[in-house]
């Protein structure tokens, strides 16, 4: 994974100390809260409901084991004993104490981390593909490009006033498992006719108040190319862009006023004068620099076939289960890829503690894991784990909670924290996925129903992608009540659409018979082995509003 | 209707209401409910607390009350009276 250099290590240790003197002019008087908040958002810190909440990077979603040790440690210390990781592969902190503060940024500066680009108008963690490196699928690694977006970005003197934030995801293969599509700019690793590899660029995803499905503004963009190309994209947005109003400002109503078109025309003008000067051409020498970085571990030369690995399963139900939805293909023979679920039914989705990380950073030493990745739906992924330890894995991961085996499934909810932390939320959410993953959490049944992804936000700014679950729940305030009305049909992967509101909200009591109600008649209606999504995709949406609104 | 004063503490975040006997304190059910016409003068008055830096982000919310009982009508506040419904070990209501 990428390490940082002199100037990386300095530049963090640097901020933290620069935000200790913030803090401390800040508790001096010397710098009012309006003044002080521009400069606590600048290094992740919000004022939540209950207390300051600290937002750490986790670049394209990748830790070693020493930095979740670290996360562990600083949970612990300074928190609660516990973190949630979030739809953008951060982590937060959700009891922070402002004093404080810089030591948690010091202690993060240790293991390369911190907390910029998590917040405010500016290009924030770049976020890729967890499977990076290891899915059968895969082009190229993603992270190669989000390090070089990331070292680009960060700083970036001509996009630190923006109009608003700035998302950026990538992915390295056909299949979407970043969400490029809901993104200001997403970016698929695609090949050419030649056999190159280079770059799709979408342009003016995102959610919120005004949700929008990215537009493709470069079919092919060479690897050389990128930087101008982006930049290109981030000149137009910062010229044009509105500043008038918060809630038009994101790159997404830019490209929704003047049109995909004309944003296409613009972005090539732009671009074709940022490439006369060549300033921003990439090396191909710097490219490899970096891409070293992300060089695999060297794979064991294994069959792909593993006795050991296929008796466990047939001797081990419980496990075969777990195989079946956590286990993916790798590209390397007689390896797999582990998602570890952070949905137990009844649980925090994304909620992690610190006993947890330490256990799972311990796991990672003895199962020989270099890194761990966070996804966007809020779980972990151990992606060079050899076949014949996957059932060892399985074990201690039962015994930490950890074993659910529910990855794509109806319990496996995307949820933000809601109005059970959120200082912006409406509604709670947590307790509706809970309640949800109480009531499906029959595994025979949520086997038999097959993929279902459900996504739940409390609030309008849709943290919990909700536009783009099969089905997915928005929570709002109705005169005061929490009240929760249902999407149906979207996808935020590689065939995203956004959902339908289907009519009237529900209580959070009725909201769980609500889903029930959904999804018996998805039973009714599928055709034999049709996913949930590809039955909504075919019927539409009235069936499921006919049962709903019934009465 | 009746209203309460609240805010956070500057330093460690914490959700705090206004007695204009006890000053700032950490329980709902020490906080001094507001009739309509004291309420707006006793935001204003909060400024002075922000500028000493004792708080942040002062604003008023209403409660409903019945006999001594006194309850905030949004479900917002009476979750930062008590801490996260889904973490009962968490938060005011952990003690």
């Known amino acids: 994974m990428y390490r940082y250099d002199e100037f990386d290590l300095k530049f963090v240790h640097e901020r933290a100390e620069q935000f200790r003197g913030q803090v401390a002019r800040r508790l001096s008087g010397e710098l009012s809260e309006d003044e002080f908040k521009p400069l606590r958002l600048m290094n992740g810190l919000y004022l939540q409901l209950h207390s300051y909440m600290l937002r750490i990077a986790i670049p394209y979603g990748t830790l070693s084991a020493r930095q979740l040790r670290k996360l562990a440690f600083i949970a612990r210390k300074y928190d609660r004993g516990y973190g949630h990781f979030t739809t953008r592969q951060n982590l937060q902190l959700h009891w922070a104490q402002l004093p404080q503060v810089a030591d948690m940024l010091v202690e993060l500066a240790e293991v390369e981390m911190h907390c910029m680009q998590t917040s405010g108008n500016c290009v924030r963690n770049v976020t890729a593909d967890h499977f990076a490196g290891a899915g059968k699928d895969e082009l190229e690694d993603p992270r190669i490009l989000s390090e070089i977006a990331r070292q680009w970005s960060t700083l970036h003197p001509e996009f630190s006033f923006l109009p608003r934030k700035f998302k950026i995801a990538v992915s390295g293969s056909p299949a979407d498992r970043a969400a490029i599509m809901i993104h200001d700019i997403g970016i698929q690793i695609v090949k050419n006719d030649e056999g190159e590899i280079g770059y799709r660029v979408f342009v003016g995803g995102g959610l919120g108040r005004t949700p929008f499905i990215a537009h493709e503004v470069g079919a092919f963009v060479a690897k050389r190319d990128i930087l101008a190309f982006l930049e290109a994209v981030m000149r137009v947005y910062n010229e044009s862009g509105r500043r008038d109003n918060i809630h038009k400002a994101r790159i997404k109503i830019l490209v929704h006023q003047i049109g995909p078109q004309e944003m296409r025309k613009r972005v090539e003008a732009e671009f074709a004068e940022i490439k006369k000067s060549g300033v921003l051409e990439l090396p191909e020498e710097e490219i490899a620099r970096i891409a070293a970085y992300f060089t695999p571990p060297r794979f064991e030369k294994l069959g792909e076939f593993c006795p050991e690995f296929e008796a466990a399963k047939r001797e081990n139900r419980a496990f075969a289960d777990w195989v079946k939805t956590n286990i993916a293909e790798h590209k390397a023979p007689g390896y797999a890829i582990a998602t570890i679920s952070l949905k137990p039914v009844g649980k925090t989705p994304g909620d992690c503690s610190s006993d947890q990380m330490d256990a799972l950073a311990d796991l990672m030493d003895a199962f020989h894991q270099p890194e761990i990745r966070v996804t966007h739906e809020q779980n972990l992924v151990l992606p060079y784990m050899r076949k014949k330890d996957l059932f060892a894995l399985w074990e201690k991961l039962g015994g930490l909670e950890l074993a659910t085996p529910n990855h794509g499934l109806v319990t496996d909810i995307i949820c933000c924290p809601g109005l059970d932390y959120c200082d912006l939320a409406n509604a709670r959410s947590i307790n509706i996925a809970q309640e949800i993953a109480k009531r499906f959490s029959d595994l025979e049944r949520q086997h038999d129903l097959g993929e279902l992804k459900i996504k739940i936000s409390g609030c309008i700014n849709a943290c919990g992608h909700h536009h783009v679950g099969h089905i997915g729940i928005l929570g709002v305030d109705r005169k005061g009540v929490e009240n929760y009305q249902i999407l149906l049909g979207a996808s935020g992967a590689e065939d995203a659409s956004l959902g339908e509101i289907l009519g009237p909200g529900f209580d959070k009591e009725g909201i769980v018979d609500a889903v029930e109600t959904v999804i018996a008649t998805y039973q009714d209606l599928r055709h034999n082995g049709e996913r949930f999504l590809d039955t909504v995709r075919r019927v539409g949406a009235s069936p499921f509003k006919e049962k709903l609104y019934a009465h | ?95």
């Open chain 2, 1 to 95: 209707m009746s209203q309460i004063l609240t805010a956070n503490r500057l330093q460690v975040g914490e959700v705090v209401y206004w007695n204009s006997a006890k000053g700032w304190v950490e329980s709902l059910t020490d906080a001094e409910v507001l009739a309509e016409g004291r309420a707006e003068a006793a935001l204003k008055g909060a400024a002075e607390w922000v500028s000493k830096r004792e708080v942040v982000a002062p604003y008023l919310f209403e409660v409903k009350v019945l006999g001594s009982e006194v309850t905030p009508v949004k479900i917002r506040e009476r979750i930062r009276a008590a801490g996260p419904t889904v973490r009962r070990d968490l938060g005011k209501q952990a003690g």
